[in-house]
């Protein structure tokens, strides 16, 4: 008797956990990676990009979904002649989640912050440009620039130039403080991240009271939970193989959206014989990339014909310079002095569309004589070895930042790519804030790399969210690692 | 006795000392580095260097030993590197599902394994052993993330008993922490109840046959009596010294049982710690393990002397 009335209770406790919200105003959204820590100015990890963006944390300005700069906490701005100096005019009535009002003196702290010289921002090179900033008053910011930026705007929508509290900025990692219309509420490390709706947003309110961000890194739990109803939506699905399970699932859709995924055959520039442009091209020439799309996400994608993402508002069509000819090839190499039989490594870290693509390349490159031996990489060896030091022949990565093409004009970049022409094209590219301009280099930027191809670029690939049928607005195209929830809600 | 229970645990904080070594040097050495892997693909040198500098790596390889070491004596583990808290802390709160599951799993283990190998053992050859043997070689064969899926499939997606994964602890109900806990504890049994049956038969057809078995059945006791009161005892003790070997194999095990069904584990934790180069939180927790395992076997081995006092001299 007794323990069986104690069972009872226990059922009752389990029960009315399960009813106790109304499930029409909570979602839950399934991430594949646990973030490291809740603080974007520490780590540029999606996952931290997809709880915090536009949820915990703004910026002066953001990103829309379709990669296009538009105003958030900087209401407008004007830019000197010189383009040197950004006047902002900031929000009005901004609070922080702990009460604190939005001042200049936030965006002061912030962004030299990040540009500080013990600063750990991983884009901190965004913010060393940065020469002063004046606080006319509480609502009007001077950023001065040592030379002018054409980007600036661009970057300071970049999760890692949030605008934060000088109070709460170093224990954002546990207890992250923002201006977002959602606040922090609770993380079960390694199973879930919980949003409260701000009640005190000095936007549009948010449309749900609760947002549950749930780490699933395995496909198959995953896949599980959404079958199952315990997950609402999976923005980048991880795993195109799995998605069969939910054709035929009445209640669950996958859309194919678009984000900035650019895999790339990156070659070591700095050493033979990846030096000789005549053997850069011959491996160029000597795969099949469209074969390459072929064999992977249902065939869908776009072959690159340069380091730029189809859905980025400069890309442009370029023609296929280095269609599959495997003789012009073996002759290029031929002429380059590559014996037959040659040595080269493939190194690739441990992602599907990595060791996939890595398997057919050296297939590619065998038939035009080389002889590729493949190197495994775990990740934290591969961004060690391939990426910190540089210390590899050849890698297949996929860079999914947005309009990174400025990489190649990094004095410190894995692949050792150096070109004054590039340089001086993207120098002008930065020195204009003038949009038809800064096309016009873009495209001259993307040319010349297609010309010169430092890399093998090989294919875009599209992004799928797996999502409940009733959910509206939440993003399936998207430029950054991001998932505003603040105007996602459920169908009537 | 108490000279060689001394000797004992002496043994075991020599190999604690020398594991601890092994664990930091293999860290050490393993390609990667954690400043690399938090700042990711867009990180500018400068960036790097500050923050191995405010993470202590710039530091040698012997003071960061000594550090640690010094630091856990001091009953600090240190902080995470990705997380930024206190690893004991991160510890702990994983350890609310995982220790609970390990627990969950030995008893259902135990529970199965153990009167299927006595039934077996007293229908030696008959055919109900044939088939409970050729069952228990099924069950051991089966991989624990293959049984995991099934078991998902059948009872969270198709029957809809159980969560399909997941755990949110204990501030939500007993039972539903333990309903979320009860299909990850089961495919994390069955192969290990496969293993306890199996030993458990031979163990008691050998003490079956012992020489004291005759007697005590000379003696008058009844086979039942028998049975119950001297052969399963002594069966028994082999078997507890299999649970202290096959510990390291639960844990190993519930790395995977972790992440198939989603449980926010300490195993998970490790998996993801070794992937990120949190090398607070994976060197502690290894060491953590490698002395619970020797905690647990010293602990069996007191009571294997408890239970046999022929032992007592020598280390079990």
Redo the contacts between chains.
């Keep these: 008797m007794k323990s069986s009335s104690v ?1 009872i209770v ?2 009752g ?2 029960l ?3 009813a106790s919200a109304d499930p029409r105003d909570t979602m839950s959204i399934g991430v594949s990676i ?1 973030p ?2 809740l603080d974007p100015t ?4 999606e996952a931290v990009g997809t709880i915090t963006y536009n949820n915990i944390y703004e910026g002066l300005t953001r990103l829309d979904r379709d990669g296009h700069v538009q105003p958030l906490l900087a209401r407008e701005w004007t830019v000197s002649d010189d383009g040197r100096v950004y006047h902002f005019t900031l929000q009005d009535n901004v609070r922080f989640h702990d009460g604190s009002p939005l001042t200049c003196e936030n965006v002061r702290f912030s962004l030299l912050r990040a540009g500080a ?9 965004f913010f060393t440009n940065i020469a002063d900033i004046a606080c006319l008053d509480a609502s009007h910011a001077d950023v001065t620039l040592k030379k002018p930026h054409g980007s600036f705007t661009y970057e300071l929508a970049w999760n890692d130039a949030s605008i934060l509290s000088p109070v709460s900025a170093d224990k954002n ?2 207890h992250p403080i923002g201006t977002g219309p959602f606040r922090f509420e609770e993380w ?5 991240v919980t949003l409260a709706r701000n009640p005190d947003y000095w936007g549009k309110a948010p449309l749900l009271k609760t947002v549950t961000f ?5 496909p ?3 896949s ?2 959404l ?2 109803g ?1 997950l609402d939506a999976y923005p980048s699905f991880p795993a195109p193989e799995v998605l069969s399970r939910f054709i035929d699932h009445p209640g669950i859709r996958v859309v194919r959206g678009t984000f900035p995924f650019k895999a790339i055959l990156a070659l070591n520039n700095a050493r033979r014989p990846f030096n000789d442009i005549r053997v850069r091209q011959a491996i160029a020439y000597a795969i099949d990339r469209k074969a390459l799309v072929q064999a992977g996400a249902d065939g869908e994608g776009t072959v690159l014909q340069s380091h730029m993402a189809p859905n980025d508002p400069d890309y442009v069509s370029l023609p296929d310079r280095y269609s599959y000819d495997p003789e012009h090839a073996r002759a290029l190499l031929k002429q380059a002095g590559i014996r037959p039989g040659t040595q080269i490594t493939l190194s690739y870290p441990p992602i599907t569309y990595a060791r996939d693509t890595s398997e057919i390349v050296a297939a590619y490159l065998e038939q035009v004589g080389l002889i590729v031996t493949l190197q495994p ?5 591969w ?3 391939v ?2 030091q540089g210390k590899f022949d050849m890698t297949v990565i996929a ?1 999914t ?1 947005p309009h ?1 093409i400025g ?1 190649y004009d990094r004095d ?1 970049i894995y692949f050792h790519y150096k070109n004054p022409e590039f340089h001086s094209l993207f120098e002008q590219y930065e020195a204009t804030d003038n949009p038809e301009e800064r096309h016009r280099l873009s495209v001259a930027m993307q040319d010349r790399l297609a010309q010169d191809e430092p890399n093998v670029f090989l294919f875009s690939r599209p992004r799928d969210t797996v999502m409940n049928r009733h959910i509206l607005g939440l993003w399936t195209d998207q430029q950054i690692a991001a998932c505003p929830m603040a105007d996602v809600s459920w169908a009537p | 006795m108490m000279i060689g229970v001394a000797q004992t645990v002496l043994g075991r904080i020599s190999v604690l000392v020398v594991a601890s070594i092994i664990v930091f040097a293999l860290l050490a050495i393993l390609p990667g580095d954690p400043a690399t892997v938090m700042l990711g693909l867009d990180a500018s040198p400068e960036s790097i260097a500050a923050l191995h500098h405010q993470l202590g790596l710039d530091a040698s390889p012997v003071t960061r030993y000594f550090r640690w070491v010094v630091g856990l004596f001091h009953g600090n583990a240190g902080t995470s590197y990705v997380y930024d808290v206190p690893v004991s802390g991160l510890i702990l709160e994983r350890f609310q599902s995982t220790l609970p599951l390990i627990i969950f799993a030995t008893c259902l283990a135990l529970l199965i394994g153990l009167p299927i190998g006595s039934i077996a053992a007293t229908r030696r050859g008959k055919r109900l052993d044939l088939a409970l043997m050729a069952l228990l070689q099924l069950l051991k064969s089966i991989p624990d993330f293959w049984l995991a899926m099934m078991m998902t499939f059948l009872f969270s997606l198709t029957l809809q008993w159980f969560p399909a994964g997941g755990f949110s602890g204990w501030n939500h109900g007993v039972f539903s922490a333990l309903r979320a806990l009860t299909l990850p504890a089961v495919a994390l049994a069955i192969p290990q109840a496969a293993i306890i049956a199996r030993f458990m038969r031979s163990s008691l057809i050998d003490t079956l046959e012992q020489d004291f078995i005759r007697t005590a059945r000379a003696q008058g006791y009844s086979r039942q009596g028998v049975l119950w009161r001297v052969a399963l005892p002594n069966a028994v003790i082999p078997v507890l010294t299999l649970i202290g070997i096959q510990l390291p194999v639960l844990v190993t095990g519930s790395i995977i049982v972790e992440n198939v069904f989603n449980i926010p584990g300490c195993s998970k934790l490790l998996l993801e710690a070794v992937n990120q180069r949190d090398i607070p939180v994976v060197q502690n927790l290894v060491m953590l393990i490698v002395a619970g395992v020797l905690v647990l076997n010293l602990f069996l081995s007191l009571i294997i002397r408890w239970l046999d006092p022929r032992l007592a001299g020598s280390d079990a």
Excluded: K, Y
């Excluded at chain 1, 520490?42 to 990890?45: A, E, I, K, N």
């Excluded at chain 1, 079960?188 to 879930?192: M, P």
């Excluded at chain 1, 990489?377 to 060896?381: C, H, I, K, S, T």
């Design positions: 069972l226990l059922l406790l389990g009315a956990s399960q646990e490291p820590g520490r780590t540029p990890s010289a013990n600063s750990t921002n991983p884009d901190r090179n990692v546990s079960q490390r390694g199973d879930h749930r780490c699933m890194p395995d198959l739990a995953a599980n939970a079958l199952a315990e990489l775990e990740w934290p060896a961004l060690g070895q990426f910190g860079h930042e990174d990489i410190t």
